[in-house]
């Protein structure tokens, strides 16, 4: 069964079915991750682009392994969102990738919308990898996997996020995934990085991160980007950490069982210490692995054989 | 230009008049307005079938974008823009290139609306030189170029002191000041309104408190001073608020309203789309009600375009880098009479007041009224008129509007310049075989 849409914009317009069918197809291609050989048919002779505007390691690596085991080829185009303003246009670039007759874009972008953009232009399938503070829809999916498979089930857990919700577009996919799935999800950080009108997107906001933590099922840090700090959202990196850092202290009120998660790459010492970021409950590196699985999910739903294109 | 428009219902809010006749202009200027009046010797007659015949319509903000970005929009183009769409006359901004902050500019100005403009235009000059917002443009010598008005329109006069020193200068010459009201450090960086729609979308916003602040701080200055001061484009409940408590107290303050910020909320954001961008952003719903209530109750005193032409290349970009601004010139009547006038907003009497007499008051125009010995100018409409409006036919060179594919009723039919004919059932002065 593939997905009956052309693109992943956005985990908002997902069915909670699409969620469900990607996140069983991703757990079906794990398996090949421990093969001998990596590598199945399923999408010989399809060419997945990665365009990515934006600098991104992990992203870029996770969508090129994914198309690879999958047997695509694979072309990564990078540059930054700012020269191609200057001189192409974005919309440019994707007319002259079209042409090129690939499969498939994935692109990740400074400009919330830009994954819009390109797909209301091009005919073949758009990859959200990120656009702006928008939303990165294969991490909330990859996130969900994981959470899944230590907790079996989805539906009836609660999670809080912690941060800069306010520019997280990994915040963004989460909550719009998470409450789609039965989930309920509590936010905190300062409140000059939590956005306004949040709560209408279904979350409750915790005014001090220790009430957020008590009783969850998962926290999930996010990643403070350090030039908050010079547009005084945050005084300093110092007292961001002492009140919004997860330590061991803090954990010391959440369950014993609870997972701890972060998209990457962790600030060590600042939204985490390093104690928790290598300690038991952490699951971080699993997210990384689930990322493969889920974006050859994808590529596969929306490209391969019985995938549902047009 | 001498010329007997017949059979219309003649309305004319300066002289609190709605009634069937007959309007004569002689001379280029207003003769009577009577029942069966006769057509003199060598006048062009013109038979309004019923139709509703008002004072030219005045367009107190846009941008012809002449000098300087004339792939934008030109002085020739913007004008029949500004006939196709039923309005008489315009005011455009200083923010050319060169700015319009010398007489040689104003000069210039001028001299293409004489040759190649098809309407009235009236050049508003800048308040301070390059809209740096650091020194006096020469104010006066900008008044005696012809400017009507000092504005640097599109970027907010931050510094207070300079404002008020502008305010206290701007008296010799008798000519308002009209702000965009815009703190820009709250703005900096956002493009559409803040509230649950910019966090949803992921896009920075712009607080309702940006305008709000400088709508304040201008009050105060106007009442500090006495030099009337012109709110340009007012988009938020609190700043319509400020506006009627000023007014209330006897401060020289007037405002302004868009169509779109009668119109639309930021929920137009939500496909991202770039012709829903522009300064100040598009509001809540509850900014909207308060913009139509004080519209209606007069707190506003006109309705303007803001015209901002843009070429598709400043347009088709990301949402993040896409130039502030949407065409006005040719949608503005058809919007009205249908958002307004047939939601029961205004009455087509208070919507007619809001583009004429309110419009000519706010900057001291001539016009706005249909008395006798006014200028010649009249806008006719025909208020049955079903279409859609299509961007491809504008007159303009821009076709940036969020508008476009919408159904209206109600159009502009015939537009008048001094007893001359600029625009008659869509065609237009210069069109080919006019």
């Known amino acids: ?310 | 230009m001498d010329l007997l428009i017949r059979n219309g219902r003649v309305i004319d809010p300066a002289n609190g008049l709605d009634a069937p006749g007959d309007l004569l202009i002689q001379g280029g200027r207003v003769a009577r307005i009577g029942a069966r009046l006769e057509a003199p010797p060598g006048t062009e007659t013109v038979d309004a079938g019923g139709r509703v015949v008002a004072p030219g319509f005045i367009d107190i903000h846009v941008h012809l974008r002449e000098p300087g970005q004339e792939y934008k929009e030109t002085i020739a183009t913007g004008t029949r823009a500004a006939a196709a769409g039923g309005f008489a006359a315009v005011a455009c901004m200083a923010n050319t290139e060169p700015v319009n902050d010398t007489r040689a500019v104003t000069d210039y100005i001028l001299a293409e609306a004489r040759s190649r403009g098809i309407v009235r235009v009236y050049p508003i000059g800048a308040v301070t030189k390059g809209l740096a917002g650091r020194e006096l443009a020469e104010l006066g010598e900008l008044a005696e170029a012809g400017c009507i008005a000092y504005s640097d329109d599109g970027r907010p006069v931050m510094n207070s002191a300079l404002l008020r020193r502008a305010l206290e200068y701007a008296q010799a010459f008798g000519r308002p000041i009209v702000s965009h009201a815009e703190d820009a450090a709250l703005s900096e960086g956002g493009v559409m309104h803040e509230g649950f729609v910019s966090t949803d979308l992921g896009l920075r916003g712009i607080p309702a408190a940006a305008e709000e602040i400088m709508v304040a701080r201008d009050v105060a200055l106007a009442e500090l001073t006495g030099t009337p001061v012109h709110i340009a484009h007012v988009s938020t409940a609190a700043a319509a608020r400020l506006l009627r408590d000023a007014k209330a107290r006897g401060v020289p303050v007037t405002g302004e309203v868009t169509p779109h910020h009668l119109i639309l909320t930021d929920e137009a954001l939500r496909a991202y789309d770039p012709n829903a961008k522009m300064a100040p952003p598009l509001r809540s719903k509850r900014d909207v009600e308060a913009c139509r209530e004080a519209l209606a109750d007069g707190t506003l005193d006109a309705i303007a375009t803001d015209h901002a032409p843009h070429a598709l290349t400043d347009k088709e970009v990301e949402l993040d880098h896409a130039a502030n601004g949407v065409v006005g010139l040719e949608t503005a009547v058809a919007l009205c009479l249908t958002h307004l006038v047939r939601e029961g907003v205004l009455d087509l009497s208070t919507l007619i007041a809001r583009l004429t007499v309110g419009p000519a008051r706010v900057l001291g125009l001539p016009g706005g009224s249909l008395a006798p010995g006014t200028p010649g100018d009249v806008t006719v409409l025909d208020l049955a008129r079903e279409h859609v409006i299509e961007p491809a036919r504008f007159r303009s060179k821009a076709r940036n509007t969020p508008f476009g594919g919408q159904a209206v009723v109600g159009a502009p039919w015939l537009t008048v310049v001094g007893g001359r004919i600029v625009m008659r059932d869509g065609r237009v002065a210069g069109d080919s075989g006019w």
């Open chain 1, 1 to 310: 069964m593939g997905l009956t849409r052309k693109d992943l914009l956005e985990i908002r317009s997902l069915e909670p079915g699409e969620i469900q069918t990607i996140l069983d197809t991703a757990a079906s291609m794990k398996e090949i991750a421990s093969r001998e050989i990596k590598k199945v048919p399923a999408l010989r002779g399809k060419t997945v682009v990665n365009l990515f505007l934006e600098p991104s390691t992990r992203t870029r690596t996770s969508f090129e392994i994914a198309g690879k085991w999958l047997s695509a080829d694979v072309v990564n185009v990078s540059g930054s969102s700012s020269s191609v303003v200057k001189g192409e246009t974005l919309v440019d670039t994707a007319r002259n990738i079209e042409a090129m007759s690939p499969d498939c874009v994935v692109i990740r972008h400074a400009a919330s919308g830009a994954a819009h953009m390109l797909a209301r232009v091009l005919r073949c399938s758009v990859v959200n990898a990120g656009d702006g503070m928008h939303e990165h829809p294969t991490q909330a999916l990859l996130d969900l996997l994981t959470i899944r498979e230590k907790r079996g089930h989805l539906e009836g857990l609660s999670v809080a996020i912690v941060g800069d919700i306010a520019h997280s577009r990994v915040a963004r996919s989460n909550i719009a995934g998470m409450r789609k799935m039965g989930m309920s999800v509590t936010v905190a950080g300062p409140p000059t990085l939590i956005p306004p009108g949040v709560e209408e997107l279904g979350v409750k906001v915790a005014r001090r991160m220790e009430d957020a933590l008590r009783d969850v099922d998962v926290i999930m840090m996010l990643r403070l980007q350090q030039e908050r700090m010079t547009a005084n959202y945050i005084p300093s990196l110092r007292e961001y950490s002492r009140l919004y850092g997860l330590s061991l202290e803090k954990l010391r009120g959440a369950r014993d069982d609870v997972l701890i998660m972060h998209p990457g790459p962790v600030n060590r010492g600042i939204e985490m210490a390093p104690e928790v970021a290598d300690g038991p409950y952490s699951v971080i590196l699993e997210q990384v692995a689930n990322g493969v699985a889920v974006r050859m999910a994808i590529l596969y739903l929306l490209i391969g054989a019985q995938g549902g294109e047009g």
